[in-house]
């Protein structure tokens, strides 16, 4: 299964792929050189395929609890300033996602949209301390009533030029569904309250939908 966000970059490659193995068969008569150019564009076609998978995952609704909105692995866990929104401490959790890593980013909590925003930016590498602040990023907040308000950001990596947000201010969501997706290497910044428990760790790997991050 894939993503919607994918479906018009994989006709294109594709396309690509079978007028290319098309051109070096007629073209290209030494066989080395000719069976490399072919196992090289198949290997970019599947590369765009596991980039764009969207596997379904299991998430428990559980309003005690903020799930992973992504898959990647947990690079940041301390207490912040938040400048954007909450203008206060709390506690910030970072997943890294690869290019390799599954790129839909899924709602951390069930509830009402209460901000969403685009910011343009540069493209620092992802795990850069100043990616959250000054690269390409959208903030969003979802507020619930058992956990109140929890901020998370996409943010744009050094290779990512596109993000995709669906959390538009006022919307519903459940938690664990699709929330957006980030094109091509990225990283989730999740802004909790200080007085939730922590239920990960640094290089912790996390499965977006599905790994609880904080609870009540």
């Known amino acids: 299964m894939f993503h919607k966000e994918g479906f018009k970059i994989i006709f294109i490659t594709a396309l690509i792929?079978?007028?290319g193995m098309l051109i070096i068969d007629n073209f290209i008569s030494i066989y080395w050189l000719q069976k490399s150019l072919m196992i090289l564009l198949l290997l970019v076609f599947v590369l765009v395929l596991q980039f764009f998978r969207d596997p379904k995952r299991n998430t428990i609704l559980n309003d005690e609890q903020i799930i992973a909105p992504a898959d990647g692995k947990v690079v940041v866990i301390e207490e912040v300033?938040?400048?954007e929104y909450f203008q206060g401490k709390r506690r910030q959790i970072s997943i890294f996602m690869s290019?390799?890593?599954?790129?839909v980013t899924r709602y951390p909590i069930s509830g009402k949209v209460t901000y969403s925003k685009y910011h343009p930016?540069?493209?620092l590498v992802a795990w850069h301390p100043k990616s959250s602040e000054e690269n390409e990023r959208t903030t969003i907040v979802i507020h619930n009533d058992t956990l109140g308000e929890v901020l998370y950001r996409q943010i744009a990596g050094a290779v990512a030029r596109r993000?995709?947000?669906y959390a538009k201010k006022d919307k519903q969501v459940i938690q664990g569904e699709d929330g957006g997706f980030i094109k091509f290497g990225s990283r989730i910044d999740i802004f909790?309250?200080?007085?939730?428990k922590i239920n990960v760790s640094l290089d912790q790997k996390t499965k977006g939908g599905e790994t609880i991050i904080a609870s009540k």
Do not use: A, R, W
């Open 17 to 19: 792929t079978v007028s």
């Open 81 to 83: 300033e938040e400048k």
């Open 99 to 103: 290019p390799l890593n599954v790129h």
């Open 121 to 123: 930016g540069k493209y």
């Open 163 to 165: 993000i995709v947000n």
């Open 192 to 196: 909790v309250p200080l007085d939730m």
